[in-house]
């Protein structure tokens, strides 16, 4: 009985840090800046500047990936409208409406939103 008790809760705990291996996971917002260039068509001086927006964005996500649940919707919230702020000030209309969409479809995707 003792044995049977022990292995249901270690299974649950394991379910439990895969749970979170897998949250954390949706969270990692990486992306090849090569092909995210190529897709929206940027600059070489709009690239830099999307590689910086991009990096702190990651961070925050990764802020928002680590935060306690009742926390973690705002931080990524916070996250997503700090960064839609900043590539509306690289992009030229046409490229951030085409970022819109594959970060919206990002988002969905991963069960973000």
């Known amino acids: 009985m003792v ?3 022990f292995t249901m809760t270690t299974s649950f705990a394991e379910n439990e840090n895969n749970n979170a291996v897998n949250n954390v996971a949706a969270y990692d917002m990486t992306v090849n800046m090569r ?3 190529v897709a929206l068509g940027l600059t070489t001086d709009q690239m830099e500047a999307v590689q910086d927006i991009h990096t702190a964005f990651c ?3 990764m802020l928002a990936a680590h935060a306690q649940n009742d926390e973690r919707e705002a931080l990524l919230d916070q ?3 700090k960064d839609v702020r900043y590539m509306h000030y690289i992009l030229n209309d046409k490229q ?3 970022y ?3 970060l919206n479809a990002t988002l ?3 069960g973000l939103k």
């Open 108 to 110: 969905v995707n991963r």
């Open 96 to 98: 951030y409406k085409k």
């Open 3 to 5: 044995v049977a008790i």
């Open 59 to 61: 961070n925050e996500m």
């Open 100 to 102: 819109l969409m594959l």
């Open 35 to 37: 092909k995210l260039a």
């Open 79 to 81: 996250a997503v409208k």
